[in-house]
């Protein structure tokens, strides 16, 4: 069984920055790409960002391009979100999970990931 611990969110303002950080149980962490979503209160949950099990290869939503960076450390079972210049807009839930494919078309796809984190929020101020 893998379990996913999100941790990182908070309040901040406007221009500020966060760390998210997922820590992931299991052996086989290395072995899949993994990926972070968010839902904001009311709407539908959507994806952020993913990158490769070897994190040569990352992936971002377009409203989160240029400001967000996701990485991982395979040695040490991690993924990260490395958010700057955070907006009111990206108020939100965010949830990290492993995917169930490592195909770079299915990973914006919320379908093709198995396992979830509980969410870490995430609040920013204007």
């Known amino acids: 069984q893998v379990q996913l611990v999100e941790s990182g969110g908070g309040l901040v303002q406007a221009g500020d920055s966060l760390r998210l950080s997922c820590a992931a149980s299991g052996r086989t962490f290395s072995a899949y790409a993994m990926g972070w979503f968010r839902q904001a209160p009311g709407k539908e949950r959507e994806f952020v960002a993913a990158?490769?099990?070897?994190?040569?290869?990352?992936y971002y939503a377009d409203s989160v391009k240029g400001r967000f960076t996701i990485s991982r450390d395979n040695a040490q079972n991690t993924v990260y979100l490395q958010m700057n210049s955070l907006k009111p807009e990206d108020t939100a839930v965010y949830y990290c999970?492993?995917?169930?494919?490592?195909?770079?078309?299915?990973?914006?796809?919320?379908?093709?990931?198995?396992?979830w984190g509980q969410g870490t929020q995430v609040t920013v101020s204007s």
């Open positions: 990158i490769s099990w070897s994190g040569s290869s990352t």
């Open positions: 999970a492993r995917s169930g494919t490592n195909r770079p078309e299915a990973l914006m796809l919320e379908y093709n990931y198995t396992y």
